[in-house]
């Protein structure tokens, strides 16, 4: 199977051959000045404390990312909606789960999920260890309790087997708890290096062509760094943002604040090429309009045509090199 883990020390040594291999070129007077408004991407997202990143339990979450068993239906897994043929989501404006039912919300990527701090749109969950036992119990989602799920996994030897390697210590593995911690295992290592823009903040000046730096220059100059900053370009924070005829409250229904009426998780950009349709309600299909939109809603402004252009190069400057991961043979 090709390796989805990629250590720290291998990516270092990557990056510094990558920095040492770069076109010794002239840099712009201020293009520094830019890329330190950036961060590149790490080779992992933190791990928690006392949290193993093990082959076994990365190996067992990837089995339950793919396993529709633990859904009432049978047909529905954590894959369906975060299909890694669709950059691990769906393509769909809202998600389709139990019974054909349309969920309130677009799907959110997986990829480079381990970085944020808060899960879901309306920021839920504060870790993906909580994000992952969500969608099994959603009756709009998969629609099963986890007493359930755990009891149809305990039917399979290899299951009970894998649980068992993967948690050697614990007497009673196959337990609710440890599908979370595998899910969540397997989720941290489905990052996306070495996009072009990755390899220009490394020091590959030629990785991104003109427009795309013109367009990372007007992302800077606009302002939209303030919110789509740090290493997958989110700052876990949540913003108002009301979309044309959505009536979608954000995190206000999960804090009662009247201060988060309508304020949703900034979304990462990494990828975001790839991860339409766009914003909490897949409501809008295409770059051009999703950034004409942000601009009017969260900085005041309409690009002409050229800054749009720009923007979106850049945009799409942000597809890394997707994970290598082998469907696996469930039992």
């Given at each position: 199977?090709?390796?989805?883990?990629?250590?720290?020390?291998?990516?270092?040594?990557?990056?510094?051959?990558?920095?040492?291999?770069?076109?010794?070129?002239?840099?712009?007077?201020?293009?520094?000045?830019?890329?330190?408004?950036?961060?590149?991407?790490?080779?992992?997202?933190?791990?928690?404390?006392?949290?193993?990143?093990?082959?076994?339990?990365?190996?067992?979450?990837?089995?339950?990312?793919?396993?529709?068993?633990?859904?009432?239906?049978?047909?529905?897994?954590?894959?369906?909606?975060?299909?890694?043929?669709?950059?691990?989501?769906?393509?769909?404006?809202?998600?389709?789960?139990?019974?054909?039912?349309?969920?309130?919300?677009?799907?959110?990527?997986?990829?480079?999920?381990?970085?944020?701090?808060?899960?879901?749109w309306d920021g839920?969950?504060?870790?993906?260890?909580?994000?992952?036992?969500?969608?099994?119990?959603?009756?709009?989602?998969?629609?099963?309790?986890?007493?359930?799920?755990v009891a149809r996994?305990?039917?399979?030897?290899?299951?009970?087997?894998?649980?068992?390697?993967?948690?050697?210590?614990?007497?009673?593995?196959?337990?609710?708890?440890?599908?979370?911690?595998?899910?969540?295992?397997?989720?941290?290592?489905?990052?996306?290096?070495?996009?072009?823009?990755?390899?220009?903040?490394?020091?590959?000046?030629?990785?991104?062509?003109?427009?795309?730096?013109?367009?990372?220059?007007?992302?800077?100059?606009?302002?939209?760094?303030?919110?789509?900053?740090?290493?997958?370009?989110?700052?876990?924070?949540?913003?108002?943002?009301?979309?044309?005829?959505?009536?979608?409250?954000?995190?206000?229904?999960?804090?009662?604040?009247?201060?988060?009426?309508?304020?949703?998780?900034?979304?990462?950009?990494?990828?975001?090429?790839?991860?339409?349709?766009?914003?909490?309600?897949?409501?809008?299909?295409?770059?051009?309009?999703?950034?004409?939109?942000?601009?009017?809603?969260?900085?005041?402004?309409?690009?002409?045509d050229n800054e749009?252009?720009?923007?979106?190069?850049?945009?799409?400057?942000?597809?890394?090199?997707?994970?290598?991961?082998?469907?696996?043979?469930?039992?």
């Amino acid at each position: 199977m090709p390796s989805i883990l990629q250590s720290p020390l291998t990516a270092t040594v990557a990056a510094l051959a990558l920095f040492v291999a770069a076109p010794a070129i002239s840099e712009d007077s201020d293009i520094l000045s830019y890329v330190d408004m950036f961060d590149p991407l790490p080779a992992m997202p933190p791990i928690p404390e006392g949290t193993t990143m093990s082959r076994e339990r990365i190996d067992l979450g990837r089995m339950l990312f793919f396993e529709p068993r633990i859904s009432a239906s049978g047909v529905i897994s954590c894959a369906t909606c975060h299909n890694p043929a669709l950059g691990w989501t769906d393509r769909i404006p809202r998600a389709v789960g139990h019974g054909g039912q349309v969920g309130e919300r677009n799907t959110p990527t997986v990829l480079n999920s381990g970085w944020l701090e808060a899960q879901f749109w309306d920021g839920r969950e504060p870790d993906l260890e909580g994000q992952a036992l969500g969608p099994i119990q959603a009756d709009i989602e998969m629609n099963l309790t986890l007493e359930e799920a755990v009891a149809r996994l305990n039917e399979f030897e290899v299951y009970r087997n894998a649980f068992m390697a993967a948690f050697p210590d614990d007497p009673d593995p196959v337990n609710a708890p440890n599908v979370a911690l595998s899910i969540a295992a397997f989720e941290r290592t489905l990052n996306t290096p070495n996009s072009p823009f990755q390899r220009f903040l490394l020091g590959d000046r030629m990785a991104m062509d003109d427009q795309q730096v013109r367009g990372m220059r007007s992302f800077v100059d606009s302002g939209c760094v303030a919110c789509h900053n740090g290493p997958i370009l989110s700052d876990s924070q949540f913003h108002r943002f009301e979309l044309p005829g959505s009536r979608d409250e954000g995190r206000y229904l999960v804090t009662g604040d009247e201060r988060d009426r309508f304020a949703f998780r900034t979304p990462t950009l990494l990828n975001v090429a790839v991860t339409y349709p766009y914003f909490n309600n897949g409501s809008v299909d295409n770059l051009h309009d999703a950034v004409q939109l942000m601009g009017q809603q969260m900085l005041g402004q309409d690009f002409d045509d050229n800054e749009l252009d720009d923007l979106v190069a850049f945009l799409h400057a942000l597809t890394g090199e997707m994970p290598e991961v082998e469907i696996p043979a469930l039992p």
